[in-house]
């Protein structure tokens, strides 16, 4: 069982070492203690030079952090908001930002509860799901 540990910010998750982030994104965004294997698999990965962010998104967004996404204890949404900013910062040329649109997209249908996205904007109540298409649209024009 996973202790009742102190919830980070993002920018506290990603500012801290190799080891003690991939532990804190288990944590953090899974809310529950690594796995050697996963360990060892996002710490070769940061070997690599993959971008924290990234590994953080690909947590958030996994088959595992769905069901968690919406526990005021995870990290899971503000990762993903977090990356959904970055993908639309970075978005620089027509095809990065229909890149981006997608990952968030998928992002929000994830957020929804559903496995693919929806054809086109994808309509949902949920205010993050809002603020990702605010994100996508504001960054279009």
Request: glycine letters at 4%.
């Amino acid at each position: 069982m996973l202790a009742k540990a102190r919830r980070l910010s993002a920018s506290e998750l990603l500012a801290l070492n190799d080891r003690q982030f991939v532990e804190e994104c288990y944590r953090q965004i899974l809310l529950r203690e690594p796995d050697t294997d996963g360990v060892i698999h996002y710490l070769t990965r940061l070997g690599l030079g993959d971008d924290r962010l990234g590994i953080a998104s690909a947590i958030a967004s996994s088959n595992e952090a769905r069901t968690k996404a919406r526990s005021q204890r995870s990290l899971a949404l503000d990762i993903l908001r977090l990356h959904a900013e970055r993908l639309m910062l970075d978005a620089w040329t027509p095809a990065r930002r229909r890149s981006a649109t997608r990952k968030i997209h998928r992002y929000m249908a994830i957020l929804a509860g559903r496995s693919e996205p929806l054809c086109g904007t994808p309509a949902s109540s949920d205010p993050f799901a809002a603020y990702l298409k605010n994100v996508i649209e504001s960054s279009n024009s």
